[in-house]
């Protein structure tokens, strides 16, 4: 079946190390993928999109590389504060044509950085 | 901020009941999708408006229906609510169907 799959356990990790986040997904061959970052009883907001052709995109201290044999991303946060704990979400687009083409989404990671 | 509204914030109903949401797309967007999120859980895609034509479902039964507006707004109608329809209702407004998606804050219903 098609699917895409987050680290489901919570990463708990120290202020100013990395967190690094994994998305894998089968039998899709998207075009993009986003990721968005999901804060308690509000709504996702976008914060990077990378395409096919991408291997890697940067955006301030978050990185996010793409890899289509392994399809895989991950979603790097470097140097880590507190305020970086919510939950983040990789969503995929499948691809296809017309109807058929939509926004797929992972369950999302909880991180949580630590003082 | 999105600039995409949802309403209401919260509401609670109980099971058997009908329940409209509501929402107001980003200035410039003709494309609405609509998901549900349960705790702890990604959103669920419902369906999507693109141009008030429906543009793509997802699996959800037809109690579930919805319309787009001229406007671009967006109302989202559940009937004959069930216990499992509490959850956070999203709305997201883009310029097209997958592109990068603009969110509201939610509405949190809650059956009972």
């Known amino acids: 079946s098609q699917k895409i799959e987050q680290n489901s356990e919570a990463l708990n990790i120290q202020e100013g190390k990395t967190a690094t986040l994994t998305c894998n997904y089968t039998?899709?061959?998207?075009?993009?993928l986003q990721w968005y970052r999901q804060d308690p009883g509000r709504g996702p907001v976008f914060l990077l999109l990378?395409?096919?052709n991408e291997k890697e995109k940067r955006k301030e201290r978050l990185k996010v590389t793409f890899d289509t044999t392994l399809k895989q991303s991950l979603f790097h946060i470097t140097a880590s504060q507190p305020a970086d704990s919510a939950t983040y979400l990789c969503?995929?687009?499948?691809?296809?044509?017309?109807?058929?083409?939509?926004?797929?989404w992972g369950l999302g990671t909880s991180l949580a950085v630590n003082p | 901020e999105t600039g995409v509204t949802q309403s209401p914030t919260h509401l609670i109903k109980t099971r058997g009941q009908q329940v409209t949401l509501r929402c107001s797309s980003q200035?410039?967007?003709?494309?609405v999708s609509w998901y549900q999120q349960a705790l702890g859980q990604g959103p669920q895609f419902i369906f999507q408006?693109?141009?008030?034509?429906?543009?793509g479902r997802g699996n959800f039964p037809p109690r579930f229906s919805g319309l787009q507006f001229p406007n671009y707004s967006s109302e989202l109608n559940v009937n004959a609510l069930e216990l499992d329809d509490s959850a956070l209702y999203l709305c997201?407004?883009?310029?097209?169907?997958?592109?990068?998606?603009?969110f509201g804050p939610g509405t949190r219903l809650t059956v009972l």
């Open positions: 039998n899709y061959s998207p075009a993009y």
């Open positions: 990378i395409r096919e």
């Open positions: 200035s410039g967007h003709n494309t």
């Open positions: 408006y693109y141009r008030e034509e429906e543009n």
């Open positions: 969503a995929l687009d499948t691809g296809g044509a017309g109807n058929n083409r939509k926004l797929i």
């Open positions: 997201a407004s883009s310029q097209a169907a997958t592109d990068t998606q603009y």
